[in-house]
């Protein structure tokens, strides 16, 4: 593809158009439609010093940020952009707002939990709509419309996938995921993961999921974290043939350059409402599990997923009194005062840390603790974690019975892994 002198502008100067947002790229434009003789193909014609500045060796470029690779797959196609607010360049600019602005043909959005705006409760309703800036229809994958249909799909050649994920297998981006692929591949529609790295993808942990648990905080037989970025999971999706029918989709993947699993990587944007912060997402594994006790873990606070309370807790200097606000509506004990621990962040210890779920065990009894048992087994995908915690194993004892089976995930997931 080919681009006016002013539109690489974009490209080169992209670190300085993050700063004034998408008019710039509209003035670029703008100018470029008047100089349609100077064109110069960005492959051929621009010196490695002056392309993008991320493709550094010391920078971690992210798929969407590679245009180069994947506007061969776009051109003149109808596009549909999987997506929400975490689908931004290293500009700052949203892929969708950018495709559109270098006039690619950008034709309908598909949203999963949380909204393309990522502004929703978790759990809550999220209705299709039009988005106010673009005028392009939202498609919603949340609620009762998981997987789009033969109808959404209509007309549409290619589908990009560019969502931040978290690393964990109750992280519902990954389940979109999977039915946008099943959907893709039952009408032959081909589709790009834009990949990103994975902020928890230094390890991997917990018990693998049971069939019989299967949901969509659950999908696959994989661990709680499963240490793969989104692009790698995909490829893991359709090379083990866990679409239904076994169907395998046409999957092509953009991957992050400079990246290595063992990476820190603070992520640009929040994924979801609660997970604000680095330390929120490291905790969120482990904390989680909470979620379907009586413990909250303080959704509602300025600091959701950085600590752990309950009215009934002993006394502590820490203390949270949870309030409905836009991404936590009705949260966990609102307007009442908890008692809270804070857990210390520890990037070495690669596991999944079950000290939070047995000291809430110690501190409540009985109804007082897990109080949606069906909720805990899907977020944990077994059985046993909970008649382990209830039976007061210790965390060494209820880790040995993980080994099996991580072990047999371990050699699954090695054949999918594009990064060291």
């Known amino acids: 593809m080919k681009y006016s002198k002013d539109t690489i502008l974009i490209f080169k100067y992209q670190k300085y158009v993050k700063h004034f947002g998408l008019v710039w790229i509209f003035l670029f434009l703008l100018f470029s439609c008047h100089s349609n003789d100077h064109t110069l193909n960005l492959d051929q014609n621009i010196s490695q010093k002056d392309s993008i500045e991320l493709n550094s060796e010391d920078s971690i470029t992210i798929g969407s940020d590679q245009l180069s690779a994947y506007e061969g797959i776009i051109s003149n196609k109808h596009i549909a952009i999987v997506g929400n607010q975490s689908s931004i360049l290293s500009t700052g600019i949203h892929l969708v ?47 009762s419309h998981k997987k789009p249909t033969m109808e959404d799909l209509k007309g549409i050649d290619v589908v990009l996938f560019d969502i931040q994920d978290v690393g964990v297998r109750f992280y519902t981006y990954i389940s979109t995921l999977h039915y946008v692929m099943e959907a893709c591949a039952e009408n032959g529609i081909p589709v790009v993961i834009l990949d990103r790295p994975n902020p928890n993808g230094d390890y991997f942990d917990g018990p693998l999921l049971e069939s019989k648990y299967k949901s969509f905080v ?18 893991m999706i359709n090379g083990e043939k866990w679409l239904k029918g076994s169907v395998q989709c046409a999957l092509s993947v953009i991957p992050v350059l400079n990246y290595n699993h063992q990476m820190k990587y603070s992520l640009p944007v929040p994924p979801s409402p609660n997970l604000k912060t680095d330390e929120a997402i490291r905790l969120y594994p482990s904390l989680c599990l909470l979620e379907a006790t009586s413990v909250s873990v303080g959704r509602g606070t300025l600091t959701p997923f950085e600590w752990y309370g309950h009215p009934k807790f002993p006394t502590s200097e820490h203390t949270f009194t949870p309030k409905s606000t836009e991404g936590a509506s009705n949260p966990k004990y609102e307007n009442t005062k908890c008692y809270a621990l804070k857990p210390a962040i520890d990037y070495s210890r690669k596991e999944i840390n079950l000290e939070y779920l047995i000291k809430s065990r110690d501190y409540l009894t009985g109804s007082d603790f897990i109080t949606r048992k069906s909720f805990f087994q899907k977020l944990s995908g077994t059985d046993k974690l909970y008649n382990q915690i209830l039976s007061g194993l210790s965390e060494d004892e209820i880790r040995k019975t993980w080994q099996n089976g991580l072990d047999t995930y371990s050699e699954i997931r090695s054949k999918y892994l594009m990064y060291n």
């Open 218 to 235: 659950g999908m696959h037989p994989v661990p709680i974290v499963h240490g793969m970025t989104i692009g790698e999971y995909g490829k």
């Open 97 to 143: 707002d950018t495709l559109i602005a270098l006039s690619h043909n950008v034709v309908k959005v598909f949203s999963p939990e949380h909204g393309f705006r990522g502004k929703g409760s978790a759990g809550e309703h999220i209705s299709s709509s039009t988005d106010p800036i673009t005028g392009l229809p939202i498609v919603s994958l949340y609620g």
